[in-house]
């Protein structure tokens, strides 16, 4: 399987910031486009933001102009520094790697963000 290393979470105040961090193997992060997702109890999994090996970047409209998703083509390492973090930021975020012939999902192993006072 592909392993995505994710690190970078913890807790914060309201209006506090994060970077999180994931490294995948140069096969995958040179072709693929990569992505946070995020997950609370209960509910879907949900793109937070996503990025091409080109630098083409999309965000979810609930993170835009907060997040923004960066790469480190030396590192292979991609990146979500979050800023101005608010409770309803509060997830576990995942790492991803969408292959899409044949289609599969590769996750990183979770890592919790906390947003409160």
Do not use: H
């Given at each position: 399987q592909?392993?995505?290393?994710e690190?970078g979470?913890?807790?914060v105040?309201?209006g506090?910031s994060?970077?999180l961090?994931?490294?995948a193997?140069r096969?995958?992060?040179?072709?693929y486009t990569m992505?946070?997702?995020?997950?609370?109890?209960g509910k879907q999994?949900?793109l937070?933001a996503?990025i091409?090996?080109?630098?083409?970047?999309n965000?979810?409209?609930?993170?835009?102009?907060?997040?923004?998703i960066?790469?480190?083509?030396?590192?292979n390492?991609?990146?979500?520094?979050?800023n101005?973090?608010?409770?309803?930021?509060?997830?576990?975020?995942?790492?991803?790697?969408?292959?899409?012939?044949?289609?599969v999902?590769?996750?990183?192993?979770?890592?919790q963000?906390?947003?409160s006072?």
């Amino acid at each position: 399987q592909v392993q995505l290393v994710e690190s970078g979470g913890g807790s914060v105040q309201p209006g506090g910031s994060l970077r999180l961090s994931c490294a995948a193997p140069r096969s995958i992060f040179s072709i693929y486009t990569m992505g946070w997702y995020r997950q609370t109890p209960g509910k879907q999994r949900d793109l937070v933001a996503r990025i091409t090996t080109g630098g083409s970047t999309n965000y979810a409209d609930s993170v835009k102009g907060r997040f923004t998703i960066s790469r480190d083509n030396a590192k292979n390492t991609i990146y979500l520094q979050m800023n101005n973090l608010k409770p309803e930021d509060t997830a576990v975020y995942y790492c991803n790697v969408q292959k899409p012939l044949p289609p599969v999902n590769y996750w990183g192993q979770g890592t919790q963000v906390t947003v409160s006072s």
